[in-house]
């Protein structure tokens, strides 16, 4: 599916009514992981302020020991700090990359605001090197943008 012809589907799971917000980031991680060919992991994670840290609260894919980050470590981490959108597309070319599983060869994490806060991001790992556009930058932005809506 193309990006354009998951945007409707995305905006049907995050309409439902009869779903937690839970349920709808987890059917939102699974839509993308199983209809994007390089999505190999898509999960959310949200910030704790008081602690300095990011907690998983959906996601697609192999389970991960990684559900919970301090502000600062890793991909995911450095995003909760700068509030900038992070393409990576040779993980192992990063000092502070955090490995979630040894087939990853690139990731990219996108922020969340809210009222113009950032309270967590999308996160999406890929066993493939560099495959990540512009095109995918915007539309996770997009995704995110809709995800706020139901917060």
């Excluded at 113009?116 to 991001?121: E, H, L, R, S, Y």
Aim: charged residues 25%; negative net charge; hydrophobic residues 40%.
């Amino acid at each position: 599916m193309t990006f354009n012809q998951l945007k409707p589907e995305v905006s049907k799971i995050l309409s439902f009514d009869n779903a937690s917000p839970d349920e709808k980031l987890t059917n939102v991680c699974e839509l993308l992981q199983k209809n994007i060919s390089y999505y190999d992991w898509v999960g959310f994670y949200f910030a704790n302020e008081a602690e300095k840290t990011l907690h998983l609260k959906a996601f697609a894919g192999e389970p991960t020991d990684h559900t919970v980050i301090p502000f600062g470590k890793g991909i995911c981490g450095q995003v909760a700090v700068s509030n900038n959108n992070f393409v990576v597309p040779d993980v192992q070319a990063q000092d502070n990359y955090i490995a979630c599983s040894i087939t990853v060869k690139s990731e990219i994490v996108i922020p969340l605001f809210k009222d113009g806060k950032n309270i967590g991001q999308i996160d999406i790992d890929s066993n493939t090197a560099d495959p990540f556009t512009e095109e995918d930058e915007r539309f996770l932005e997009w995704v995110n943008e809709q995800v706020a809506k139901v917060l």
